[in-house]
């Protein structure tokens, strides 16, 4: 599938250094760096297509945009792939209720998540899948995993033996009870009769009457939803010979640790021997009222609504950004109204021709986002060399801070 378009993305002045990017990484509960290499490869799950796009999607995108840009700035090339799960039974079930074509639901919230990631951006990822198109893909990943002895059928469905990965649970560090229960809670069949464990993972969906499928070896049918992102990320992301890893980065939101991130690393360990990722990577959720934003409580704050009220996308940016993205928070609109009146301040301070020194900020901000993204504290020096420059100091090169905030932080003003 088409991205959407690409972004100019201001160079960092050679003088300026940064150090290896650390990041928590969910597997092993610590902050770790990641080693300097030339190039990196980060697979991040994307949406579902319906009911997008809410700030908690913006929120994610934005804390793995903001892993890509500091990537980059290294000099370090990223090798990027998003997914959109495109065929889904939530999206066939939202298409059902509302009584229209489940494709055509889905094109039309790509189309408006793509227009958001602009407003917002966000560096298009270099390769964006839909799992309707990397069928084949899928298709050959249930045949890797057939030949490793790990598939079994329960009628028609092919289900993927979790215990035949002997670190099956090291990345999501849960025990068997809590397993059991988010599994059912995120879209689990744990229940299902004929199944060997409770949370073997569903990995072809024979066809069933009145919904779509896709010819296969195996029937009819279409993908489970974790292989589609194991199977994703292994062909697009150029995996390299001389690493112990698979990928750099899976990343996701935290409601996806479990079972998604561990059945996809799980399987993509059984297909080439090596574990998934290096550091696994996951955002905080992002609520409204009290409660976690989903599309299931319908307490969504959308983008595009925003946008359409008149609300300025780098406010959107910046509101977002003042929270580290690992902590969970309610989203409100003071958060909005505070990152505007920010943006505007720094909008008219680097107007000026004389402003306070700009490198020692630039630094802070370098130095925050490489200890796991602190942004907040990234924030904090804007806010410290507003004071100065209020205070008269003098010095620094206003385009040269405008640029570094854009490099960096995605906002540009
Ligand atoms: N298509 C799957 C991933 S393969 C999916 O989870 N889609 S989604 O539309 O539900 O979510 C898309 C991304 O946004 C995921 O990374 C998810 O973890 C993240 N996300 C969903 N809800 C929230 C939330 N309330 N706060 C923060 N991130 C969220
Ligand atoms: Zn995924």
């Known amino acids: 599938m088409k991205a959407w378009s690409d972004l100019y993305i201001p160079p960092l002045d050679a003088r300026f250094s940064l150090a290896d990017l650390s990041l928590h990484d ?35 995108y934005l804390a793995f945009d903001l892993v890509n840009r500091y990537l980059r700035a290294t000099g370090a090339q990223v090798n990027f792939v998003e997914n959109i799960t495109d065929i889904d039974d939530p999206l066939l079930e939202r298409a059902a209720r509302d009584g229209i074509d489940w494709e055509d639901l889905a094109h039309s919230q790509i189309e408006l998540f793509k227009s958001d990631m602009v407003a917002l951006h966000v560096i298009p990822p270099a390769h964006y899948i839909g799992a309707v198109e990397a069928i084949p893909q899928v298709i050959d990943a249930i045949k890797a995993l057939q030949e490793k002895g790990t598939v079994y059928n329960v009628e028609q469905d092919l289900y993927f033996e ?67 992102c194991c199977a994703i990320a292994l062909n697009y992301l150029d995996i390299a010979d001389g690493d112990s890893t698979s990928i750099d980065i899976q990343g996701g939101g935290s409601d996806l640790i479990f079972p998604h991130h561990e059945m996809s690393a799980a399987q993509s360990k059984m297909i080439n021997g090596r574990e998934f990722a290096t550091h696994y990577v996951h955002a905080g ?54 990152a505007e009146q920010l943006l505007n301040e720094m909008r008219i301070a680097l107007s000026r021709m004389e402003v306070a020194p700009t490198d020692s900020t630039i630094t802070e901000i370098i130095a925050a986002l490489a200890d796991d993204l602190d942004t907040p504290k990234a924030i904090k020096a804007l806010r410290g060399w507003l004071e100065a420059t209020y205070a008269g100091q003098v010095g620094g090169s206003p385009g040269e801070l405008s640029r570094a905030i854009d490099t960096l932080l995605g906002i540009a003003f």
């Open 26 to 60: 969910t597997a092993t509960n610590s902050v770790k760096p990641l080693a300097r290499k030339s190039i990196y490869r980060i697979y991040v799950c994307g949406i579902t297509p319906y009911d997008a796009t809410h700030l908690g999607h913006a929120n994610t």
């Open 162 to 228: 979790v215990r035949s990965d002997s670190d099956f649970g090291r990345r999501s560090n849960l025990s068997q009870i809590e397993m059991l229960d988010i599994f059912a809670q995120r879209g689990g069949d744990p229940l299902k009769h004929g199944k060997k464990d409770p949370l073997d993972a569903l990995l072809w969906l024979a066809q069933r009457p009145n919904e779509p499928g896709w010819n296969s070896e195996f029937g009819a049918g279409r993908p489970g939803w974790h292989i589609e």
């Open 285 to 338: 959720m992002i609520g409204l009222d009290g409660d976690k934003m989903s599309k299931s409580k319908g307490n969504l704050v959308l983008v595009s609504n925003l946008l359409k009220e008149g609300r300025d996308a780098m406010a959107i940016r910046l509101a977002l950004l003042s929270h580290h993205y690992r902590n969970d928070h309610m989203w409100t609109n003071s958060d909005l109204v505070e």
